[in-house]
């Protein structure tokens, strides 16, 4: 369906003689057009459209308009008078509202596709634009210090909230320290499966040997999109990836991502299994 204006919605007839839509806040008063399957169009009577009393963006900014992380958003608005809050992503942000164009700080954090919220006195939008996000993201998921066994109380769970909707290209960091004896860390799935990283030799094992070197204190590994893909399909019991071994110290396991998407959650520093 298409409103003066030329603003296209997408329909779900509840009945064969009855259709629902909701109206663009932007669409004009005019002639409808219904486009069916096939492609034929149809026009419909003129509809008088009551603008919206609250605040509201009637244009909002082109696709090739590049919408910074940490920068200002400039964007003509109607009754910007009736304005009391703006949210991205549901937290207030800053906004300066003056001769009709609203400037909304973006925060530093966002990225990717960010709602943008306008409230009013009465009533309130939300808007989804995209933002390209200021920088590196690092999410920790684990904070030791835990010297890693072979049982339950020794291992490092990651969960697999942390792991849903990441991108390929994000970095597991390990943050370890080595002792005197010669040592590893099994990295599995969440269905004890071992994982193979291209860092480790396509495998799954960090150890003494992958260093030869005992002042070495972290790994980074690639989260690949077959990684990830075996990370997500086997997870289990709300696990994602399970390390265990001897010999290591975890100090901390942390998700580094670009882009403005980041990890989801922050893990406990034990957790039984069974």
């Known amino acids: ?64 308009q590049e919408i910074h992380a940490g920068k200002i958003l400039a964007i003509s608005v109607q009754n910007g008078d ?22 909304v700080l973006i925060p530093s954090n966002a990225g990717g596709e960010t709602a943008l919220k306008l409230i009013s006195s009465n009533g309130e939008v939300t808007y989804t634009i995209k933002v390209i996000a200021s920088g590196v993201t690092e999410t920790v998921l684990f904070t030791g210090p835990l010297l890693i066994t072979w049982s339950d109380g020794g291992r490092v769970i990651l969960p697999a909230t942390a792991f849903t909707g990441l991108t390929a290209g994000a970095i597991l960091k390990i943050y370890f320290t080595q002792n005197d004896n010669w040592g590893q860390i099994q990295i ?34 690639v989260l690949t999109t077959d990684v990830l893909s075996i990370i997500n399909s086997n997870a289990s019991n709300g696990n994602a990836i399970i390390m265990q071994g001897s010999d290591f110290v975890i100090d901390k ?22």
């Open 1 to 64: 369906m298409t409103f003066a204006g030329d603003k296209k919605v997408s329909v779900s007839p509840t009945t064969s003689t009855e259709l629902k839509v909701t109206v663009p806040v932007d669409a004009e008063s005019g002639e409808v057009i219904l486009t069916m399957k096939n492609g034929e169009t149809v026009k419909c009577a003129t509809l008088e459209v009551s603008k919206p009393v609250f605040c509201y963006i009637p244009v909002l900014p082109d696709a090739s």
């Open 253 to 274: 396991v942390s998700v580094i991502t670009k882009g403005g998407v980041s990890a989801k959650a922050r893990l406990y520093k034990i957790k039984n299994l069974k």
């Open 82 to 103: 009736k304005l009391t809050n703006v949210q991205v992503n549901g937290a207030t942000t800053q906004y300066i509202f003056q001769g009709g164009t609203l400037n």
């Open 188 to 221: 599995n799935n969440g269905n004890w499966s071992t994982i193979s990283f291209a860092e480790l030799g396509n495998g799954g094992y960090i150890t003494t040997n992958t260093y030869n070197d005992k002042t070495i204190t972290s790994q980074e590994l």
